[in-house]
C-alpha cells in the first residue's frame, strides 16, 4: 500500500544510493518531496529532472517543495515556483509548506490551490504540522497535521474529533528522530493518518535521512 510521502531534501548527484534505495521501493511510496534549491530555484538541475523522470517511470509521485510562510510569501511567488517545477521537473503535484492552519488564512490558500490545479498539480499536498482549520480538506488530497520529533509525538493528544469524519489518506504525519523499533504506520493508523513517514535524522536538517527501513546509509 502507497503510504509513504518522503519528503528527501538531499541532492542526487551526492546521494544517490540513497534515490537509488526510495526508487525500489514505489509500491510504498505516496510521493517523493523534490526540494532542490528550498523550492524551485533559479535554474532546473539536471540531477533532480532524472530523478523526477524515475520516479514517474516507476508511477510515484514527485511532489515540488514551495514554501509559503504562513501566508507571508506572496501568491506570485509561490506560482512561480508552481510552475518551474511544472516546466523544469514535470511535477504531477505540489508540497505547500510551513501552511497557515486558522480560517483567516482561508482565502489565500483557497487562491493558491487554484492556481496549483491550474499549474498540473494532480495531488496536492498541505503542511499545515497541526490540525488545521477542516476547511482546508476542501483544496487538498492530503493535510500534513503533524510534523515534529519522536518525542514530542509520543505525547501528542488524540486528533479532533471532526478528523473521523474523513478517510485516513486525506492526513498525514511526518515523524524525525524516530527509533528503528517504533512502527510509526501503525501508530499513525491509530490516530487517524493512514499517510506518513518516520526518520532517524534530527537536528536543523532531519529530511535528509531516509524512512526507517529504506537501507540507505546517512550522511556522514
Known amino acids: 500500500m502507497r503510504q509513504l510521502l518522503v519528503p528527501f ?17 514505489p509500491e510504498r511510496l505516496y510521493g517523493v518531496v523534490l526540494n532542490p534549491a528550498s523550492g524551485s530555484g533559479s535554474s532546473p538541475d539536471p540531477a533532480f529532472a532524472a530523478v523526477a523522470e524515475r520516479l514517474r517511470a516507476a508511477g510515484v509521485r514527485a511532489l515540488g517543495y514551495v514554501d509559503t510562510d504562513y501566508a507571508r510569501r506572496p501568491h506570485a511567488e509561490v ?11 514535470g511535477t ?12 483567516d488564512a482561508f482565502a489565500h490558500y483557497r487562491r493558491l490551490a487554484v492556481a496549483a490545479r491550474a499549474a498540473g498539480s494532480g ?3 498541505l503542511n499545515h504540522g497541526t490540525h488545521p482549520d477542516p476547511a482546508y480538506l476542501r483544496l487538498a488530497d492530503v493535510l500534513v497535521t503533524f510534523e515534529g ?5 509520543r ?3 488524540e486528533a479532533p474529533a471532526w478528523t473521523a469524519g474523513y478517510p485516513a489518506d486525506r492526513f498525514c504525519h511526518l515523524v524525525y528522530e524516530a527509533p528503528a523499533d517504533v ?11 493512514a499517510v506518513h513517514c518516520a526518520v532517524p535524522g534530527g537536528g536543523e536538517h532531519p529530511w535528509g535521512t531516509l524512512p526507517q527501513g529504506l537501507g540507505a546509509a546517512a550522511p556522514l
Not at 149 to 153: A, D, F, G, L, P
Not at 183 to 193: K, P
Open 155 to 157: 505525547d501528542a493528544p
Open 9 to 25: 531534501y538531499e541532492h542526487p548527484a551526492e546521494r544517490p544510493d540513497a534515490w537509488a534505495a526510495l526508487l525500489r521501493v
Open 92 to 103: 504531477s503535484g505540489a508540497f505547500l509548506d510551513q501552511v497557515s492552519s486558522g480560517a
Open 79 to 89: 506560482v512561480g515556483d508552481l510552475l518551474r517545477y511544472r516546466d523544469w521537473y
Open 183 to 193: 512502527d510509526i504506520a501503525f501508530l499513525a493508523a491509530r490516530r487517524g493518518a
Open 149 to 153: 520529533s519522536w518525542e514530542t509525538y
Open 123 to 125: 495531488s496536492l499536498v
